[in-house]
Structures are given as structure tokens and as C-alpha cells.
């Protein structure tokens, strides 16, 4: 696994993985998951609370910045 991570206030909030945009959205994450194209975040074959990744196919411009702003309020800032 390779990628590239963004920190928010010193803690990882966003990270590129191969072909998957991988948020920290904290308590959004069932949610989340129940209600679009997201899927857990699994490290080591288990799954990480609070983290969820957005297929590649499912991104575009709007959704970019909607889950980026759902990843900075998960880490309790504001953009």
C-alpha cells in the first residue's frame, strides 16, 4: 500500500491510497457508510473506526469538497 497523507492541525485527516480517497470523518462514519458510495478503511485486515474510503469512480469536484469539509469537522475544525 502506498499513498499520500494530509495532516489538519498535526493529525493525519486525509490520506491517498492507491485508487481511494481515505477521510477521517469521526462519528459521520456510519452514516457514511449507510448513505453513499464510501466503505470502511481496513488497516492490517481490520477495520479503523472513524475512517472510511471513497472509490476513485465515485469522486468528482463537488463531492471532493464536500467529504474533505466532512473529514476537517470530523477532527473538530472548521474550514
Known amino acids: 500500500m502506498s499513498g499520500l497523507g494530509f495532516f489538519l492541525d ?3 485527516g486525509v490520506a491517498v491510497l492507491d485508487n481511494r480517497l481515505c477521510l477521517h470523518i469521526g462519528d459521520a462514519e456510519d452514516t457514511a457508510l449507510s448513505e453513499s458510495a464510501a466503505l470502511p478503511f481496513e488497516f492490517a485486515g481490520r477495520p479503523v473506526r472513524g475512517w472510511v474510503c471513497i472509490p476513485e469512480e465515485s ?3 463537488a463531492s471532493l469538497t464536500n467529504w474533505v469539509a466532512l473529514a476537517v469537522s470530523g477532527l473538530g475544525l472548521s474550514m
Open 59 to 61: 469522486l468528482d469536484e
Open 10 to 12: 498535526d493529525r493525519l
